[in-house]
């Protein structure tokens, strides 16, 4: 079931209990994947969807992503709201709230990248935004605020080699590369497991920097500390995904 208001997009989904963590919680990494699907939904309505931009040699890349939670989410239906709030230079903003029960269970901002596919390049928003009255408003909601950067050098320096992974068929999406998905599910499986057993997740913080494709080898770190996890998945020592994790 959807609707449409005020440019904004709303979905009902069901969610089913072989989806849920060991925890009875629904992942982070199939969390994502659902707003990703909504958010693409919504852009499909309004003309600037992943098959117009293809058509034209173009697509979106999901750049950073900050998520609230204001409780645990589990197996009921849950309804995801989304609209483009603003866009300006090579980004676009995205807010994405969720719904269980009538409650608001998560708030996330997100920004969007278009690339030229041929040059794996950033193009100019406005190239691939032209109607400027798509623009959604989401009046006194509380929204988590994108980190200038996940971390910095001296964090970075913490990190510790927990696991290497070589991304293999199911690791890939349409476009040939790691799904977004996949990286969170590589990046929650360097966290101790008594930080998702004892813990909830307050905040997530994600950061994609860079592709990786078949065979590459990742090689993911991580560090915590206090109520913070931090992990970083690099590629022949480049940054290719970061994710900051809040736990109470």
Not at 4 to 11: A, F, G, N, Q, V
Not at 105 to 116: L, R
Request: proline share 4%; glycine share 6%.
């Amino acid at each position: 079931m959807e609707t449409i208001s005020d440019h904004k997009l709303s979905m009902q989904l069901e969610l089913w209990p072989f989806h849920l963590d060991l925890r009875g919680r629904y992942p982070l990494s199939q969390l994502v994947s659902r707003m990703i699907h909504v958010a693409g939904e919504h852009a499909t309505h309004f003309g600037y969807g992943i098959d117009h931009l293809m058509a034209h040699g173009a697509s979106w890349v999901l750049s950073r992503m900050s998520i609230r939670f204001f409780q645990p989410i589990g197996v009921d239906p849950l309804t995801i709201t989304t609209g483009v709030t603003d866009w300006v230079g090579i980004s676009t903003d995205r807010v994405i709230t969720l719904e269980q029960g009538g409650r608001l269970v998560a708030s996330a901002f997100t920004k969007w990248i278009g690339i030229d596919i041929r040059k794996r390049m950033p193009l100019p928003i406005d190239s691939l935004l032209t109607d400027r009255s798509v623009r959604s408003s989401f009046p006194d909601l509380e929204l988590p605020e994108i980190p200038r950067r996940l971390m910095d050098r001296e964090m970075t320096a913490k990190l510790r080699s927990v696991y290497f992974h070589k991304v293999r068929y199911s690791d890939l999406d349409i476009n040939r590369h790691v799904n977004s998905s996949v990286w969170i599910s590589l990046a929650m499986d360097a966290l101790p497991i008594a930080h998702i057993i004892e813990e909830e997740l307050t905040e997530a913080h994600l950061r994609f920097v860079k592709e990786a494709r078949l065979g590459d080898e990742l090689l993911v770190k991580h560090y915590s500390e206090g109520p913070v996890d931090y992990v970083q998945i690099e590629h022949e020592e480049a940054v290719c995904f970061q994710l900051m994790i809040v736990r109470k």
